[in-house]
């Protein structure tokens, strides 16, 4: 049995479904199997790609605060953005396929837990 502990701001954790769970250097796209849990240190925007739209087809997503506080962003079609406040120590579930984006409102630690295979990604139009 493995005794190291392991970085969770610099790899990733898989979680396979027939239960295998390991690390591996972060891959946040790509031909990915099983759930991916990833930890960031994010003090911009743009290290959340606050300019992209992305979406999770295969299923929904887990977006965790650590600490700090952003704003998780949701459109869904022709109706107007929701946008959800999220403060240190909460969660919030990106259902199945909904786009959505984050903006900081300041430094934060996140968490998110997700099946990574299908991503899509969209630049934001304003």
Do not use: C, N, Y
Not at 79 to 97: K, N, Y
Request: proline fraction near 6%; charge should be negative.
């Amino acid at each position: 049995m493995e005794t190291t502990p392991i970085a969770l701001f610099e790899r990733g954790i898989r979680i396979l479904p027939d239960g295998k769970i390991f690390d591996e250097p972060r891959r946040m796209s790509g031909d990915i199997d099983g759930w991916t849990l990833a930890a960031f240190r994010v003090a911009t925007d743009a290290e959340v790609h606050g300019d992209l739209w992305e979406m999770h087809p295969d299923g929904a997503e887990l977006v965790t605060v650590l600490s700090g506080g952003i704003r998780l962003i949701l459109r869904a079609g022709e109706t107007p953005e929701t946008s959800v406040p999220l403060r240190a120590g909460q969660a919030f579930i990106v259902p199945r396929g909904r786009w959505h984006r984050i903006e900081l409102d300041e430094p934060s630690e996140l968490m998110s837990l997700t099946l990574r295979a299908g991503t899509e990604l969209e630049k934001r139009a304003d």
